[in-house]
């Protein structure tokens, strides 16, 4: 961009220019791409165009559509970036270690107390309460970590119904969420159990 666009692109973003200065800056916008992306850069594009619309008396023919513009190639590789961070970051929580076995996150969370480990039958769940919870939910999976039930209560033990574990169940996790009174969770567990004759 040479020494001209350059001052007058900074002079028309800080509102400088005379009324007369800021109208032939703004019909020039919209035949100079070099000034047009200059002005992109500064986060002011949108505005100086529907500034020059009404200088012009709206010209719609003259406006070049942002999308057909030729663009930096920042522009692309940034929203390019922040889409591949978006994906990339969950992946890689998903693919991080479980919490040992019957502990919770923090030093005093809840501790899973059964059923942990090798078990011979699947009754009862239950845990150590934790403070600020109002309720908990509980989630069973079997050995592929697809879920086979979600329960809640108030209480720090949950029975299943009867026909809600497959009998074939033969090892699985469990895990249960503390919910607090705005139904955000405030601590989770995680336990692993095999069921063996």
Not at 25 to 33: G, H, K, P, S
Not at 56 to 81: C, D, E, Q
Not at 165 to 188: N, Q, Y
């Amino acid at each position: 961009m040479n020494e001209r666009n350059r001052v007058q692109v900074l002079e028309y973003l800080a509102g400088t220019l005379s009324e007369e200065e800021r109208a032939d800056f703004e019909r020039r916008l919209l035949a100079d791409d070099e000034l047009a992306d200059e002005l992109y850069a500064e986060g002011a594009l949108d505005d100086a165009f529907r500034r020059a619309r009404e200088v012009t008396g709206g010209a719609p023919s003259k406006v070049v559509p942002l999308a057909t513009r030729r663009l930096s190639p920042w522009l692309i590789a940034l929203p390019l970036a922040a889409a591949i961070a978006l994906v990339a970051i969950p992946m890689a929580r998903r693919d991080s270690p479980a919490p040992a076995e019957s502990t919770m996150r923090g030093s005093s969370g809840i501790q899973v107390t059964e059923p942990v480990g090798d078990v011979t039958t699947l009754g009862r769940f239950a845990w150590t309460g934790f403070p600020g919870a109002v309720s908990y939910e509980i989630v069973i999976r079997d050995a592929t970590g697809r879920d086979l039930w979600t329960g809640h209560t108030t209480t720090t033990s949950i029975v299943p119904p009867p026909d809600a574990l497959p009998p074939s169940l033969v090892g699985g996790s469990w895990t249960v969420r503390a919910v607090d009174s705005h139904g955000f969770e405030i601590e989770k567990g995680l336990a692993t159990f095999r069921v063996v004759p």
